[in-house]
C-alpha cells in the first residue's frame, strides 16, 4: 500500500519553486516597462482633448466673427470672445467636457482675435477633479495648436 502511494505521487509532474519565481520575476519585469508607457499614453490623449476642445472654441469664434457678432474685451486689452458668450449666442452647445475630471470655466475662458482679424488666440482655464484652478490652453493659436497635437500622437 505505501509503495503504491509512493508511486503514484513520485509521478507527478509540477513546476519547481525556481521555475515559478523565474515567470513572476518576467511578469514583474513587463509591467514596469508597461505601466509607465500606458500612463503617458493617457496623459498624451489628455492633452490632445483640451487642445482639441481649445480649436472647437477658435472655430466657434471664427463663426461668430463672421456672423457679424459684437465682440468683447478679452484678456483686458483684447477683442474676442469668451466661452460664456459662445455658449448664450448658441455658437457653442454648452461648456465642454474637461478631460481632467473637472470643468472649464467659461467666464475666464476666451479667445482673443488679432487685429487684422485672422489671428485666434484661445486661453482655456478651468479647475481639475480636485478643484485646482488650473490654464489648459495658455494663449495658442490655432497652428500652436494643431502642430501640438501632431507632436503628441507621433510620440
Same mark, same amino acid.
Given at each position: 500500500?505505501?509503495?503504491?502511494? %509512493?508511486?503514484?505521487?513520485? #509521478?507527478?509532474?509540477?513546476? @519547481? ?14 509591467a514596469a516597462i508597461a505601466v ?6 493617457? &496623459? ?8 482639441? #476642445?481649445?480649436? @472647437?472654441?477658435?472655430?466657434?469664434? %471664427? ?5 457679424? =457678432? /459684437?465682440?468683447?474685451?478679452? +484678456?483686458? +486689452? ?6 460664456? =458668450? ?10 465642454? /467636457? #474637461?478631460? /481632467? ?14 487685429? /487684422? ?10 479647475? @481639475? &477633479?480636485?478643484? @485646482?484652478?488650473? =490654464? ?10 494643431? +502642430?501640438? #497635437?501632431?507632436?503628441?500622437? &507621433?510620440?
Amino acid at each position: 500500500m505505501v509503495k503504491k502511494l %509512493r508511486n503514484s505521487f513520485g #509521478n507527478e509532474k509540477g513546476f @519547481t519553486l525556481v521555475e515559478l519565481l523565474a515567470v513572476i520575476v518576467i511578469l514583474g519585469i513587463i509591467a514596469a516597462i508597461a505601466v509607465p508607457a500606458i500612463g503617458s499614453i493617457i &496623459g498624451n490623449t489628455k492633452d490632445e482633448a483640451h487642445n482639441a #476642445n481649445a480649436i @472647437t472654441m477658435i472655430e466657434a469664434s %471664427r463663426i461668430a466673427y463672421a456672423s457679424g =457678432t /459684437d465682440t468683447e474685451t478679452v +484678456d483686458t +486689452d483684447k477683442d474676442g470672445y469668451y466661452m460664456k =458668450t459662445l455658449i448664450a449666442a448658441g455658437y457653442l452647445e454648452g461648456t465642454p /467636457d #474637461n478631460p /481632467d475630471g473637472g470643468t472649464y470655466d467659461s467666464a475666464n475662458s476666451f479667445v482673443a482675435i488679432g487685429t /487684422d482679424g485672422s489671428t485666434y488666440t484661445v486661453t482655456l482655464k478651468g479647475t @481639475t &477633479g480636485g478643484g @485646482t484652478a488650473k =490654464t489648459y490652453v495658455p494663449a495658442q493659436t490655432l497652428s500652436q495648436l494643431q +502642430d501640438s #497635437n501632431t507632436s503628441n500622437s &507621433g510620440s
